[in-house]
């Protein structure tokens, strides 16, 4: 049976969005991931389980990565979103994003927006961080086609070049070992 | 999609207090549990309140007599990482990283985590389960790998809180706020066991707010430590876990709390480990027996047979560990 409409009047919030400002309406009830998609179109954030456990709807709110499907538009008044659409600058892409495509760190890509979200806060916080580290930090993305193994990599590559190191791939990393 | 609702940002404690009337207002700290409840159907909800506004609820304070005050906004993260956390009570801040995931600990607050609904996939599924006011546990006579082994009666659900059994550990207190005042209720005695009242989790009233944690000094010689055993590597709830509180003088045991996770559908303290472990060393032998109390009345269902041996593992491993 279908559910019964929103009866609630539109809520209206500005918030900050990739750096911009912008005010939006929407019914109470919706989800960020939902004002995200439906009424800013940026599709760019993926709807998973919606219960919390496979991290594909991550995006940074303040900063922090949390899940989009479990916070309310309406807790995002006056707050800064950052969603995959706001990585690239122009037409040059995040180094996180180049890694990853790279390094083979994507395979289907359903999951890869919530990664290099989570990635991104993680080296915007820890620009050396350890192999452990990065497990830890991604530990609440799952990824189902690719295995864990060129995502960490390809986080620990974009790591290095965001130090200003001009670091290249491992041979095995991209041939595997011989 | 959520089931519609309307929406309240309170702006002060008393303005969230007087907003919470009717039954199906519910509150939103972090809100993760919250949103996963009402997509699952498991209580219904025309109004939240949010208490997102309220500062006063956040941070980690010296309560001036060498505890510490906890708001009950504090995110798991900020707990986690709280300097004076680690160094005074690492089983907190061991219990808080071992919480679910990187995201939810950044959402998830302390009090929402101690307030927490039950896991048990019937009562978040289509079964209108005894705890929901039918009158079968399907967990029974069901899927009840993941269900309790320790103090089930009429509901066999395990309470899925890491944060929890390290704050009964440590001997701490619930601040709770309503409209008629604040009132203390020790960790101990904040969640209810099926046998006391299936309908409920925790003492909390309708209409009432948890408004901070307090953790008393850590007592001279303390030690103390959470393990948890997860299914995945990654994030998940316990199967079984244990945190530890123990004051050592020497290399004795000369008291202390034990409370297990994963085991019942409240934190379960168990004396029996305990009465094994005080005024004695942790020599390996101990600690076996110590393992072996932590399992003594243990009643598996069908599916979790499992958790016995666990059980007697992870608090045999966890004590020698703590004693080194």
Request: glycine share 10%; with cysteine.
């Amino acid at each position: 049976m279908p559910r019964p409409r929103p009866t609630a009047d539109p809520a209206v919030i500005t918030l900050e969005v990739n750096g911009e400002r912008c005010a939006v309406a929407f019914a109470p009830h919706k989800t960020l991931l939902e004002v995200l998609r439906e009424d800013l179109d940026l599709t760019g954030t993926k709807h998973g389980c919606e219960l919390g456990e496979c991290g594909t709807c991550t995006v940074l709110l303040d900063d922090a990565p949390v899940l989009s499907c479990l916070v309310l538009g309406l807790a995002c008044d006056g707050r800064r979103v950052r969603t995959v659409e706001g990585m690239a600058e122009g037409a040059r892409l995040h180094p996180l994003q180049e890694t990853f495509a790279d390094l083979g760190a994507a395979q289907c890509g359903y999951c890869t927006p919530g990664f290099l979200l989570t990635a991104q806060a993680l080296l915007d916080a820890n620009p050396r961080p350890t192999r452990d580290e990065i497990k830890a930090a991604l530990a609440g993305n799952l990824c189902r086609c690719t295995g864990y193994l060129k995502i960490y990599e390809a986080v620990e590559l974009a790591a290095a070049r965001l130090r200003g190191e001009d670091a290249e791939p491992a041979r095995e990393t991209l041939y595997g070992r011989r | 999609m959520l089931p519609p609702f309307s929406y309240v940002r309170a702006q002060s404690l008393d303005e969230a207090l007087a907003q919470l009337g009717a039954s199906d207002t519910r509150i939103s700290a972090g809100g993760s549990d919250l949103l996963g409840c009402l997509r699952d159907e498991v209580f219904t909800c025309s109004k939240v309140v949010s208490l997102s506004r309220l500062d006063a609820l956040r941070g980690i304070r010296d309560d001036g007599r060498g505890g510490v005050r906890i708001g009950a906004l504090t995110t798991i993260a900020a707990v986690a990482s709280d300097p004076v956390i680690n160094q005074r009570y690492p089983v907190l801040a061991q219990a808080a990283r071992a919480v679910a995931s990187p995201q939810l600990r950044h959402q998830g607050t302390l009090g929402g985590n101690l307030c927490q609904k039950p896991r048990c996939w019937y009562y978040r599924g289509e079964f209108h389960c005894s705890r929901k006011g039918g009158s079968t546990c399907y967990a029974l006579a069901g899927e009840n790998q993941f269900h309790c082994i320790l103090g089930g009666q009429g509901c066999y659900i395990v309470h899925p809180s890491d944060t929890a059994p390290a704050l009964v550990a440590l001997d701490a207190t619930v601040q709770i706020a309503g409209r008629g005042g604040t009132r203390r209720v020790p960790m101990a005695r904040f969640h209810v066991s099926p046998r006391d009242d299936i309908r409920r989790e925790t003492v909390l009233e309708a209409g009432e707010i948890v408004t901070a944690i307090d953790i008393p000094a850590a007592p001279r010689g303390l030690r103390s430590s959470y393990r948890k055993v997860r299914a995945r590597g990654a994030w998940d709830f316990a199967l079984a876990g244990v945190a530890l509180a123990l004051q050592f003088d020497g290399a004795t045991v000369r008291a202390g709390r034990v409370v297990l996770s994963g085991a019942a559908p409240i934190p379960w303290r168990s004396e029996a480990v305990e009465r094994v472990i005080i005024g004695q060393a942790l020599t390996p032998e101990v600690a076996a027996r110590a393992g072996d109390a932590a399992v003594e009345g243990a009643q598996p269902l069908k599916r979790n047979g499992y958790k016995v041996p666990l059980f007697r593992g992870v608090v045999r491993e966890a004590l020698l560990a703590l004693a080194q």
